[in-house]
């Protein structure tokens, strides 16, 4: 890890690189997290750190074991259970968004879907997942529903864990700009029923390209980022 620049303020560029850091794998799927040796790695003091750690502990992508924390183990059953909650939730909000388009400015989806016409045209597929990630997020707030935000802004970093997962699995190929761009027609559209619908195939998809590969090599434990599946917990 290279040493923390200081610009802005430190607790926000710790939990940043930290962050970045186990969504890219950097950080192993398990590893215990030691303050002390990320403060030293980072060239900053130990407060900023904990905050830091505290966060991420907020965002579910590290965990207590043992009296440690630990970063995010994914399986299986746990992005079945993700998978449950964004497809009881997130097709009822675009449902929402689809009746609401109307009043809502919608410069924001629109630069969002040439944005990830961009990378997918570059070869950059690093950015898709965070453009992936400010597309839900944007239809959860368009949806207008301030209890549905709150549940998935509370796994929003689990999401984007996942959706990189789904990326590696797949070889980095994706249907993103197509589904996305379904899910947008229908919306502008104001169609209700289709957006429902649109963004029900689009989270499904991510689900049956995660059995497929367990179904393949077997396993519970969802390793990041070399996809070797243990077998059992």
Known sequence: MTPIQRALPLVNQVYEHLRAAILSGELRPGEKIVETKLAAELAVSR????????????DQLLVEQG????????????????SDLRLAIEPAAAALAARRFEQID???????????????ASGDRHGIVPLNNQFHQ????????????????????????????????????TNILQEHGEIYTALKAGDETAARDAMYRHILKDLQVIERFVAKYGGTI???????????K
């Open 138 to 173: 944007s239809i959860w707030l368009c949806g207008g529903n301030s209890r549905f935000v709150r549940i998935m802004e509370n796994v929003s970093a689990l999401i984007q864990y996942y959706g990189a997962l789904v990326l590696d699995i797949n070889n980095q190929q």
């Open 222 to 232: 969802l390793n990041f980022p070399y996809f070797v599946p243990s077998q059992g």
């Open 67 to 82: 009296g440690a924390l630990h970063v995010f183990v994914p399986t299986i059953e746990d992005f079945h259970e993700l």
């Open 47 to 58: 407060s900023p750190v904990r905050e830091a750690m505290r966060l991420l502990t907020n």
């Open 106 to 120: 919608d410069e924001h989806l629109q630069a969002n879907l040439e944005a990830t016409e961009a990378c997918l």
